[in-house]
């Protein structure tokens, strides 16, 4: 089996279903389920054999110990993060907590009980760790994307605590050998993702009739991977992946905010018309993020060349997959938008007079 972590967020949760669509190899998915964790997203799995929840803390080593030695999974696949730049900025600690202890303990974890295996299963053992291009820090408008070989320069405490954990993981297969591996993914977009971050908070306040908030100028570029790619990718790093290296994960679609936001209330103003006007009516920019990122944009050569693997959707059909979700899925939205996440809204946007 495979030990999945923070399986119950929006990539995770996807590579759980993924996962289990392709293979019968059974899943502990271990999750603290924060409000971030949402076990709705896994339904589908209800009275699956295959899937098995339990509710911890990767910061609990003992706990993941204990469970690694009763159910001695071939392979971790660390998900569990704190992942909102904005919530980092605003509250730093948790970030600090999960992203940098909690690696820490998962790793040590994971070194007493793989240092318990037979030679033959210590060869077979795999950690990867799943990581972000954040780390990497910003591009201007005519530096080449991100390598595997681009320097370190985290620019928020979101990444700056990702760039550790990455070092961690690093220095765990340089130092005793362990087997691991990490990838650094672009912007993922797609079914159950949080409606915090940007394209879902922009479908749901459509819809809603709210306003849509632009960060500044709104011409920051992200590379968006459909989240379905990420997860394929990240199988075939699993199954195929050089010890101690990592692969950059894109899709070759860089897009300007603001043309995202464009985009979206195209299609919705195609498919879920509004009485009058469009959607695009509700575009309001907001008081920038502090230290805004202004481009990310991965070179993925290396994943394509060394394991074969290609993104199988072009930002047109994800993005018309993604919409096409959320109109089908608005009880989930509904859901997800808890007391709790009401609060986080007046935090963030309260905050950010219009520009
Ligand atoms: P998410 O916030 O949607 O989900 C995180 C999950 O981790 C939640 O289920 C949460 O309950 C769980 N979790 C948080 N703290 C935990 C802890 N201490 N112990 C156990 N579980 C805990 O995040 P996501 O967007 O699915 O991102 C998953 C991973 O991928 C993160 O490591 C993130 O840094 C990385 N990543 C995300 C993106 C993206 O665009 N979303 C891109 C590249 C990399
Ligand atoms: O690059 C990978 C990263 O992508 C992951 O590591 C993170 O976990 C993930 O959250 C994401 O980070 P971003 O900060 O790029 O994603 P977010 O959706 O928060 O913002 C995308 C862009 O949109 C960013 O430039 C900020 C802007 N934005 C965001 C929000 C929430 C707005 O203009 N308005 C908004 O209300």
């Known amino acids: 089996m495979i030990f999945v972590t923070g399986g119950a967020g929006f990539i995770g949760s996807n590579f759980v279903l993924d996962w289990l669509a392709q293979s019968d190899e059974p899943v502990l998915n271990f999750d603290k389920l924060t409000y971030a964790g949402n076990l709705k997203n896994l339904a589908s799995l209800q009275g699956d054999a295959r899937h098995i929840f339990v509710r911890g803390d990767i910061c609990d080593q003992e706990q993941v110990l204990a469970l690694f030695r009763e159910h001695k999974p071939r392979a971790v696949v660390n998900f569990a993060a704190e992942s909102h730049v904005d919530r980092s900025i605003l509250g730093p600690g948790e970030f600090i907590r999960t992203n940098i202890n909690g690696t820490f303990a998962l790793l040590e974890a994971a070194r007493a009980y793989w240092t318990e295996m037979t030679p033959e299963e210590q060869g077979a053992f795999r950690f990867l760790h799943v990581s972000t291009d954040e780390v990497y820090g910003t591009l201007g408008p005519a530096d080449p994307p991100f390598s595997e070989t681009t320097p370190?320069?985290?620019?928020?405490?979101?990444?700056?605590?990702?760039?550790?954990?990455?070092?961690?993981?690093?220095?765990?297969?340089?130092?005793?050998?362990?087997?691991?591996?990490?990838?650094?993914?672009?912007?993922?977009?797609?079914?159950?993702?949080?409606?915090?971050?940007?394209?879902?908070?922009?479908?749901?306040?459509?819809?809603?009739?709210?306003?849509?908030?632009?960060?500044?100028?709104?011409?920051?570029?992200?590379?968006?991977?459909?989240?379905?790619?990420?997860?394929?990718?990240?199988?075939?790093?699993?199954?195929?992946?050089?010890?101690?290296?990592?692969?950059?994960?894109?899709?070759?679609?860089?897009?300007?905010?603001?043309?995202?936001?464009?985009?979206?209330?195209?299609?919705?103003?195609?498919?879920?018309?509004?009485?009058?006007?469009?959607?695009?009516?509700?575009?309001?920019?907001?008081?920038?993020?502090?230290?805004?990122?202004?481009?990310?944009?991965?070179?993925?050569?290396?994943?394509?060349?060394?394991?074969?693997?290609?993104?199988?959707?072009?930002?047109?059909?994800?993005?018309?997959?993604?919409?096409?979700?959320?109109?089908?899925?608005?009880?989930?939205?509904?859901?997800?938008?808890?007391?709790?996440?009401?609060?986080?809204?007046?935090?963030?946007?309260?905050?950010?007079?219009?520009?």
Not at 331 to 338: F, G, K, L, P, T
């Open 152 to 355: 370190f320069a985290p620019n928020s405490p979101y990444s700056a605590s990702k760039a550790a954990s990455d070092h961690l993981v690093r220095a765990y297969h340089h130092t005793y050998g362990m087997p691991v591996l990490t990838t650094n993914c672009s912007n993922n977009y797609g079914p159950y993702h949080f409606p915090e971050k940007l394209i879902p908070l922009v479908i749901s306040n459509a819809l809603a009739g709210k306003p849509l908030p632009i960060y500044g100028d709104g011409q920051q570029i992200r590379d968006w991977l459909f989240v379905s790619d990420h997860c394929a990718a990240i199988r075939r790093v699993l199954e195929g992946g050089k010890l101690g290296e990592t692969y950059n994960v894109g899709g070759w679609n860089e897009k300007a905010n603001l043309d995202v936001v464009h985009t979206l209330c195209d299609i919705l103003d195609r498919q879920a018309p509004k009485a009058t006007g469009s959607y695009r009516d509700q575009i309001t920019f907001v008081k920038d993020r502090p230290g805004h990122d202004r481009r990310y944009a991965i070179d993925a050569r290396k994943l394509e060349r060394e394991l074969g693997w290609k993104p199988a959707e072009t930002f047109e059909t994800g993005i018309a997959k993604t919409v096409a979700w959320y109109l089908a899925n608005q009880e989930w939205v509904r859901d997800v938008q808890s007391g709790a996440y009401k609060e986080w809204v007046d935090q963030n946007y309260g905050q950010r007079e219009n520009a």
